[in-house]
T-cell receptor
Framework: DTGVSQDPRHKITKRGQNVTFRCDPI?????LYWYRQTLGQGPEFLTYFQNEAQLEKSRLLSDRFSAERPKGSFSTLEIQRTEQGDSAMYLC?????????????FGSGTRLTVV | AQSVTQLDSQVPVFEEAPVELRCNYS??????LFWYVQYPNQGLQLLLK??????LVKGINGFEAEFNKSQTSFHLRKPSVHISDTAEYFCAVSTGGGNKLTFGTGTQLKVEL
């Protein structure tokens, strides 16, 4: 068990470009969550998957954002036509089932800077 | 909907002194409560959690927290802090199936020599 892995750790992109982040959860965890954390704030929920099904999306997840978990293992988060307001730390977490009973295991995050 | 308030954005404390980080929550239903720690440029690490039962919860690194339903609080305490405890601490709440966490804005604990 190597924990939750996120790639890349840092991404600098120009405004208007598309970016994609990857998250590899703990292998036996069937739930996967994406959060966004801006400077000076706590993480905010974006979306979560149970296996390959995306069960909930936050209003924060605009049409430019899309998340997938095609085989119920790793997940990708894509941001199209990035804006400066997208600059944030994107955190992935996983849990074996309803996280309320277990808490979550978080990855180290992907820090996105849009210039 | 639930919410979390961490009133103290920064807490400076000297090494070996006790510390309390405050957390208040609001929810119309039963909650699960968590404290996470975040070191610079790192993800979040679970310190402790309250699900049910004893209101005093012990976690890692000598931290503990007490759930107070009447005051809707879940304050984090440590009797003697170390320089390595310098980090950001987040209180979080989830409800029902615990499908997502709602976080507070965090408290920066700075331990000084």
């Amino acid at each position: 068990d190597t924990g939750v892995s996120q790639d890349p750790r840092h991404k600098i992109t120009k405004r208007g470009q598309n970016v994609t982040f990857r998250c590899d959860p703990i292998s036996e965890h069937n739930r996967l969550y994406w959060y966004r954390q801006t400077l000076g704030q706590g993480p905010e929920f974006l979306t979560y998957f149970q296996n390959e099904a995306q069960l909930e999306k936050s209003r924060l997840l605009s049409d430019r954002f899309s998340a997938e978990r095609p085989k119920g293992s790793f997940s990708t988060l894509e941001i199209q036509r990035t804006e400066q307001g997208d600059s944030a730390m994107y955190l992935c977490a996983s849990s074996p089932q309803a996280g309320g009973n277990y808490g979550y295991t978080f990855g180290s995050g992907t820090r996105l800077t849009v210039v | 909907a639930q919410s979390v308030t961490q009133l103290d954005s920064q807490v400076p404390v000297f090494e070996e002194a006790p510390v309390e980080l405050r957390c208040n929550y609001s929810s119309s239903v039963s909650v699960y409560l968590f404290w996470y720690v975040q070191y610079p440029n790192q993800g979040l690490q679970l310190l402790l959690k309250y699900l049910s039962g004893s209101t005093l919860v012990k976690g890692i690194n000598g931290f503990e927290a007490e759930f107070n339903k009447s005051q809707t609080s879940f304050h984090l305490r440590k009797p003697s802090v170390h320089i390595s405890d310098t980090a950001e601490y987040f209180c979080a709440v989830s409800t029902g199936g615990g499908n997502k966490l709602t976080f507070g804005t965090g408290t920066q604990l700075k331990v000084e020599l």
